[in-house]
């Protein structure tokens, strides 16, 4: 089945730029109409959708990040990444992706992200 | 911008009780509203897609209603595993948005 992976620096220093990959694994990322999304989550807080983007390159983001947010894909990798710029403390988070259909399934597993001097 | 809330905030209850937890969207969202579970340390995990559909591998006691601004998720009989942190999240509108979560605890 497909599995999802989150990768990148755990630790961005203020004002620089986030950088996450996901990799999936055991299938195809263009196979089925499917987006893909990140969504982020504060310690002890709720889930935040960041964006998503269909393998044909098309994307939403979330008009709270849109100025900051960049989401691409690499369908010869299996992959697609988020870049966040100008960060700040509060972007601080778990940050995870997910393939978005009906609903958002399967996730990978998150991973931390401090933002941090 | 669609805003959910779920209510209660927690909900303390028994294994093998009925949990009946809510969902209010600020404006319609259709039919077009999923369910999860998280636990602590782990990733979401959907549980009921498009209001009543349960997802693949969800046991029959989980079940969604509703339409509109008002959902319902229903845990028919509390199994231990079940108590966690559950979110609502609509998808008929962009942005997509989460609930505050309603967090199930033992009584």
């Known amino acids: 089945q497909v599995q999802l992976q989150e990768s990148g620096p755990g630790l961005v220093k203020p004002s620089q730029t986030l950088s996450l990959t996901c990799t999936v694994s055991g299938g195809s990322i263009s196979s089925g109409s499917y987006y893909w999304s990140w969504i982020r989550q504060p310690a002890g807080k709720g889930l935040e959708w960041i964006g998503r983007?269909?393998?044909?390159?098309?994307?939403n983001y979330n008009p709270s990040l849109k100025s900051r947010v960049t989401i691409s894909v690499d369908t010869s990798k299996n992959q697609f990444s988020l870049k966040l710029s100008s960060v700040t403390a509060a972007d601080t988070a778990v940050y995870y992706c997910?393939?978005?259909?009906?609903?958002?399934?399967?996730w990978g597993q998150g991973t931390l992200v401090t933002v941090s001097s | 911008e669609i805003v959910l809330t779920q209510s209660p905030a927690t909900l303390s209850l028994s294994p093998g009780e009925r949990a009946t937890l809510s969902c209010r969207a600020s404006q319609s969202v259709s039919s077009y509203l999923a369910w999860y579970q998280q636990k602590p340390g782990q990733a979401p995990r959907l549980l009921i897609y498009d209001a009543s559909n349960r997802a693949t591998g969800i046991p029959a006691r989980f079940s969604g209603s509703g339409s509109g601004t008002d959902f319902t998720l229903t845990i028919s009989s509390l199994e231990p595993e079940d108590f966690a942190v559950y979110y609502c999240q609509q998808r008929s509108n962009w942005p997509r948005a989460f609930g505050g979560g309603t967090k199930v605890e033992i009584k």
């Open positions: 983007i269909y393998t044909s390159g098309s994307t």
């Open positions: 997910a393939r978005d259909s009906r609903g958002l399934m399967p």
